[in-house]
Structure formats: structure tokens, C-alpha cells
């Protein structure tokens, strides 16, 4: 197995703004006066700079994107209940969907309403693109800019999209404060997955480079109670969406597979506690030595790691991405699947089992 880079999230950098005021001999009065002029002319300038163009919201028109910022009720009226409700790291609950073939549905719950959606399969409703469609037919429907600015009072924030980003996983702005993130396979060049979020939750996420003037919304925070429920349910988004890609090409589904999920659960715990990246503990023991230490039976076996990525659906495309993960992802002989996740650490454990 190939070692993988750690794609670190991109550094924030901060831009802070100030006034200076010449001193002039004048009276008193005529001072206020022009201190008073001096605001008004700056505060005129604050608000028609950089201001974004108002427009329409760009037209969507798959099922799909018709809940964002529903309530809860019509989607369970519509859809019925979710398989399972994963509670995440940024204070809003994932309700999952699966036909657990070629559907696959993250709705982000805040306050009873739908605020994020991630999709992926190619059967779900997601007009006017398609799951599988190519980069260019996609670029059709929308243009991938290198900035994208939101603007709320005094306060301005820009994306900064590196190419890399506008390849993998262009930013589109859908309306004055909703974005898509658009996921590329960029092996085949074709969409992988969507998501929807408010910008909220962009900031929170903190996917891209960003400059901003004013302040970002805080990130819970979570007790060890809490971050054991968020790991659980990334660990199983994950099992998920792998065994999704898998079958969307052509491969068979992975069965989920405890005991060593409890052994890639403990490296993604080391890595994090210790400080380190690497499929090698500190220690010197490789996978192998990991599973027969957890006494796992096997007949060949793969570990695809990842750190820092804010969720489980964006960890799975940065390993759909890189040639060493995307072959453990899709390959044929492995039958079983261990997820551990802790804190922004996540192993992938794969087995053949040898019965």
C-alpha cells in the first residue's frame, strides 16, 4: 500500500482594516464637522464596497434541492423516516437516506429545518446535472470562479478556490447566502457527489482558503459524550458511501466488519493523541501487526488513512481522489470493511477474509 499525503484543510488568513484621521489646525467645531463628514464619506464607501450583485437564485430543479430549508415534518410526510440520525460536529443532525444501491442522502438538520444536504448515486434527483456526468457537461450548467465573495453588513468573506479546488471540488454560489460544493472523480472527470450548506456552515467547514473582515461562527463545542456519537456515525456514513462507489463501479458490496473496525478505530485515536500521520504506529507496527494483535482473521488486507477533512463524506472523496486509496476503495478481492473515526482522524480498515 502506497502512503498518502495528509491534505491538511487550507489556513485561514484574517485582513483587518482601519482609518487614520490627519490631524488639522482648526477650531473645535469645524474639527466635529469634518470628523462628522469624514465618517459618513467612509461609511458610504463600507456600504457599496464590494457589494455582490443582486440576482436570481440559480435554478435547480432536481427533487433533490427542493428541500433545502423545508421543515422536518413535510420531509418525513414525503420521504418517511431516515434510516439513522447522526448527530455532526458543527451543531446541526444528519438524517441518512439510503436504498443503500444507488441513493444515498445526507439531510443537515438545524432547528427542525434543512439547512446542508450530500448526495451521491446516480439515482437521486439532482437536475439540472447528473451523478456521472461529465466535467464539461456540468460546466455547462454552472461556471467554477476562483473567488466567490458573501457579504453580510460590514462584514465580507471571500473563497479563494486554488485550481486544484475548481477541479476536485469547485464552489458555486446558488444564492446570496447558499453554495454547492460539486465533487469530481478526477480520474474519470465525472461528478461524484453534491452538497448544499448555508453559509453557515461553509465557514464552519473552512474548505477553501479564505480572507474575511468581521467574525466566524463558532464550532460547538463538544464533550468526549458527544464526539463518541459524531465518531459512530461517520464511521457508518463512510461504510456507506464506500460500499455506494463500489457498486456505481461495478464492484461488490463490502459487509460491515466490528472487530476491525475496533482496530482502525485505535490507529485513528494514536494518530491524533500522538501527533502523527502514517500507516506505521509510533512504534513500528504496521496493519498487519494491528489486526493480529486484534486477533482478525484475513487473507489480505488494506488501510486507507485521512486527517483533518470536516466530515466523513469529504474524507471519502479525498480518497477517491488519490490512486493508492481509490485502488484499496475498488478493489475486487476485499469482502469486509472496518471504519474507525476519532475527533478529524479516519482509518479504513479492508479485509479478504479467508471463509
Known sequence: MRFIRNLLLLSVIAIAGFYLLEKND????????????????????????NVPEKRDALS????????????????????????????????????????????????????????????????????PVTIGESYKKVQQHFSFP??????????????????????????????????????????????????????????????????YRGKLPEKPNLTEEEWVKVEAGMERQIFDITNIIRQQHGKDK???EESVGEVAFRHSKDMEEHNYFSHSSLDGRGLKERLEEGEVAFVAAGENIAAQYPDAAAAME????????????????????????????????????PF
Open 254 to 256: 463490502l459487509k460491515w
Open 60 to 127: 435547480l430543479e432536481g427533487e433533490l434541492f427542493q428541500w433545502y430549508d423545508k421543515p422536518t415534518d413535510q420531509l418525513v410526510k414525503k420521504i418517511g423516516e431516515p434510516v439513522r440520525k447522526d448527530p455532526s460536529a458543527y451543531g446541526y443532525t444528519w438524517w441518512i437516506y439510503t436504498n443503500e444501491v444507488d441513493q444515498y442522502i445526507q439531510f443537515g438538520i438545524v432547528n427542525d429545518r434543512v439547512k446542508t444536504i450530500y448526495a451521491t448515486g446516480k439515482g437521486t434527483n439532482i437536475e
Open 26 to 49: 482648526m477650531s473645535p467645531d469645524k474639527k466635529m464637522n469634518s470628523i462628522s463628514e469624514t465618517v459618513k464619506e467612509k461609511q458610504e464607501m463600507l456600504k457599496s464596497k
Open 146 to 211: 476562483e473567488e466567490l465573495n458573501y457579504r453580510n453588513g460590514l462584514a465580507s468573506y471571500t473563497f479563494k478556490l486554488k485550481e486544484e479546488d475548481r477541479k476536485m471540488r469547485p464552489l458555486v454560489k446558488i444564492s446570496d447566502s447558499v453554495f454547492m460544493q460539486l465533487y469530481f472523480d478526477t480520474f474519470t472527470q465525472k461528478l461524484s457527489s453534491v452538497r448544499i450548506l448555508d453559509v453557515d456552515i461553509l465557514l464552519k467547514h473552512q474548505p477553501y482558503e479564505l480572507q
Open 318 to 353: 479525498g480518497w477517491l481522489n488519490s490512486e493508492g486509496h481509490r485502488e484499496a476503495l475498488l478493489n475486487e478481492k476485499y469482502t469486509h470493511l472496518g471504519v474507525g473515526v476519532y475527533r478529524l482522524y479516519y482509518t479504513q480498515n479492508f479485509l479478504a477474509k
